[in-house]
């Protein structure tokens, strides 16, 4: 470890000993009421219906809101609990040998806590106006309200199985886009940014380590830029502040 990298690493412990991340985050994650998804330890807890369970009647009724928020929400909740702690098991006993199943745990009930706990408050009993940035960003994407309508219905109605679709900020482009989410959102869980990439496609290594990803991304550790990275980290925080 070099002197940077001693440096970014104790930056990095050190605010994390001072300020736990689960509270940091919690204390920013205000965006679709997120902060109540997450209590000040870090365990995932079921936030409380933004309104009564017959608030939706007649469109959405209170039964299939009292089975989907008290059943299915509920048990993603525990599931992602489940699979939190069951990766830190994997750590602390330095035993992967089914890490597989508990990533795939974590993205199936991450995504169905976060999307639901989203769901919950984009939905109500009032309608109210959309904004002028809204309205301007619904046409600057698709060219009108009637085009996201048309492609909000025509994208979620084809969703292979079960799943969402979801319009969401496209912040590159600086638009608004439409995408589906094939169960909960296969293998992510929608809220999460992107801070370090590994392409394990097979065009990303084969040439040098032909079937050996394990080598590859060994490798791929190397050379990642921290100090790069950790910009981006603190760009990501600030994001929430
Ligand atoms: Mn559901």
Redesign the pocket.
């Known amino acids: 470890m070099n002197k940077r990298e001693f440096l970014t690493a104790g930056a990095v412990l050190g605010a994390a000993s001072v300020f736990p991340m689960t509270s940091l985050a919690q204390s920013k994650l205000k965006i679709n009421n997120l902060d109540k998804t997450v209590d000040s330890s870090g365990k995932y807890i079921l936030p409380e219906l933004p309104y009564a369970y017959n608030a939706l009647e007649p469109h959405i009724d209170e039964q299939t809101m009292k089975l989907?928020h008290d059943i299915?929400?509920a048990g993603y909740v525990k599931g992602l609990n489940t699979a939190t702690d069951k990766i830190q098991e994997a750590i602390n006993n330095n035993d992967f040998a089914i890490i597989k199943h508990w990533e795939r745990e974590l993205a199936f009930h991450g995504g169905?806590h976060f999307?639901?706990s989203i769901?919950w408050n984009v939905m109500g009993p009032k309608q109210g106006n959309r904004s002028t940035d809204l309205n301007k960003y619904i046409n600057k994407s698709f060219g009108s309200f009637d085009g996201f309508v048309k492609l909000f219905a025509a994208a979620s109605g084809a969703v292979e199985g079960s799943g969402w679709g979801i319009m969401s900020y496209e912040p590159v482009a600086d638009k608004l886009i439409v995408m589906q989410a094939e169960r909960q959102g296969n293998l992510t869980q929608w809220v999460t940014i992107p801070i370090l990439p590994v392409d394990v496609w097979e065009h990303a290594y084969y040439l040098k380590y032909q079937n050996k990803r394990g080598d590859y991304i060994k490798a791929f550790m190397n050379v990642i830029n921290w100090e790069y990275v950790s910009e981006q980290f603190d760009k990501t925080l600030a994001l929430y502040k």
């Open positions: 989907h299915h929400h169905g999307l639901h769901f």
